[in-house]
């Protein structure tokens, strides 16, 4: 089991950058896939990012492609999400999850067995 804290959420104008942070516990962080998901008000959970166990493949969501970064450190059993230009649109409540199947599909909030309490995130216009 993992437990999983997001930070780095909070306040920006639009066209600026904002860091989350994904602290996992336990020692197994490395045999997690992790992902990114974000839900806004009325709207459904959806997809941001995607990393594999290594860290080696990354996986995007379309709308936030060249503008968002996920990374990991298994040794600091960490995950990140770089969020630079944002958009008003960005605007969420932003969940790290973690995935222990073989071969999850990243981009499907159901492939991930545990999820953090959510960081909120909100771009001015």
């Known amino acids: 089991q993992v437990q999983l804290v997001e930070s780095g959420g909070g306040l920006v104008q639009a066209g600026g950058s904002l860091r989350l942070s994904c602290a996992a516990s336990g020692r197994t962080f490395s045999t997690y896939a992790m992902g990114w998901f974000r839900q806004s008000p009325g709207k459904e959970r959806e997809f941001v990012a995607a990393?594999?166990?290594?860290?080696?493949?990354?996986y995007y969501a379309d709308s936030v492609k060249g503008r968002f970064t996920i990374s990991r450190d298994n040794a600091k059993n960490t995950m990140y999400l770089q969020m630079n230009s944002l958009k008003a649109e960005d605007t969420a409540v932003y969940f790290c999850?973690?995935?222990?199947?073989?071969?999850?599909?990243?981009?499907?909030?159901?492939?991930?067995?545990?999820w953090g309490q959510g960081t909120q995130v909100t771009v001015s216009a």
């Open positions: 999850a973690a995935a222990r199947g073989l071969y999850p599909i990243l981009t499907v909030s159901t492939s991930y067995e545990y």
């Open positions: 990393i594999d166990r290594s860290g080696f493949r990354q």
